[in-house]
């Protein structure tokens, strides 16, 4: 056997009943690599410890007006603070107590199709104009609710997160109805403190103690969940804050990061460590999307909100 020599052995091709001669060769055509999704980048932040204008003492929950607006819950300031897209403050209401139109520990907070801002504090709902003023209250059963939400046909959705359930009511404040208790179990809850309805009604809940999201119709049918306790991707530590685009993804807040995923619990990216500096977190807690996507985040012990585009 001869060595060291390599022979390009000639393939043999019949075209037309003629012999002929050719080289063989493999096809260099390669399927495209996926892409990968962009993941938002930190485009500015507004905030610091305080009680001036646009000072935060915790903030706590935000959601965007009809009106493009930016409103949060300063929990310990007993206010909401509302700012242009872009962090310029414009306004504020509250002080603290239990009268109406004052504030006691504000958490979660949810903006209406005709303007109005739904505040949770203590146990009860209060409602109130754009530029805050007063003009009702829902006083129920609620024990440390931590998140409220508006579905698409105006119904309030409400985490009542000591009492390990969802309520959820008509917009003039009727009950519609419950679900969930204590447990670990499909449709039970540990502590959620976040609450979201997407464009075709279904309602997502952070379920926190249980470390996964879990969702729901618009009447409570168990639907499916995602996530268990970690630091990958997909996993969660504390989920608290959630929110829905207008195409139905889903964007979780989790302690030190966001992350995000399809409807049905597809990790799409994951953003976010832990620190000071911008992009970084100390405790995150609810977060809001833009009709441009562009992603606002409280950044509760920073005293300050984040945004990325």
């Not at 410890?49 to 819950?73: A, H």
């Not at 300031?77 to 504030?103: A, I, M, P």
Request: some cysteine; glycine content about 14%; charged content about 20%.
């Amino acid at each position: 056997m001869a060595h060291g020599i390599i022979v390009n052995i000639p393939k043999l091709l019949t075209v037309s009943g003629i012999l002929v001669f050719g080289l063989a060769c493999s096809d260099s055509t390669t399927e495209p690599e996926p892409t990968e999704p962009e993941v938002p980048k930190f485009a500015g932040k507004w905030g610091d410890k305080g009680t001036g204008n646009g000072e935060f003492s915790l903030p706590w929950g935000i959601c965007i007006g009809d009106n493009g607006n930016i409103y949060v819950t300063d929990y310990r300031n007993h206010r909401v603070q509302y700012f242009s897209d872009t962090g310029s403050f414009l306004g504020k209401w509250g002080t603290r107590g239990l009268g109406n139109g004052e504030l006691f520990y504000p958490s979660s907070i949810a903006s209406t199709d005709n303007g109005n801002i739904y505040v949770l504090d203590s146990s009860r709902l209060q409602y109130f104009s754009n530029t805050g003023g007063y003009l009702g209250k829902w006083e129920r059963l609620f024990s440390s609710a931590m998140g409220i939400a508006i579905g698409p046909d105006e119904n309030v959705y409400i985490a009542d997160t000591e009492n390990n359930r969802v309520q959820y009511f008509t917009s003039t404040g009727s009950l519609f109805g419950t679900w969930g208790s204590f447990g670990s179990a499909e449709g039970k809850f540990d502590k959620p403190e976040g609450i979201a309805v997407a464009p075709n009604g279904n309602v997502y809940v952070a379920d926190t103690g249980n470390s996964r999201i879990q969702y729901f119709s618009r009447s409570g049918s168990f639907l499916g969940k995602w996530g268990k306790q970690g630091n990958g991707k997909g996993e969660f530590a504390l989920p608290n804050g959630i929110t829905v685009d207008s195409e139905g993804k889903i964007y979780v807040s989790d302690g030190v990061a966001v992350q995000h995923f399809s409807s049905t619990g597809g990790f799409i990216w994951r953003f976010g460590k832990w620190g000071s500096g911008n992009g970084e977190f100390q405790f995150t807690k609810d977060l809001a999307v833009s009709a441009n996507k562009t992603i606002y985040v409280v950044d509760r012990d920073n005293n300050r909100i984040q945004y990325f585009k």
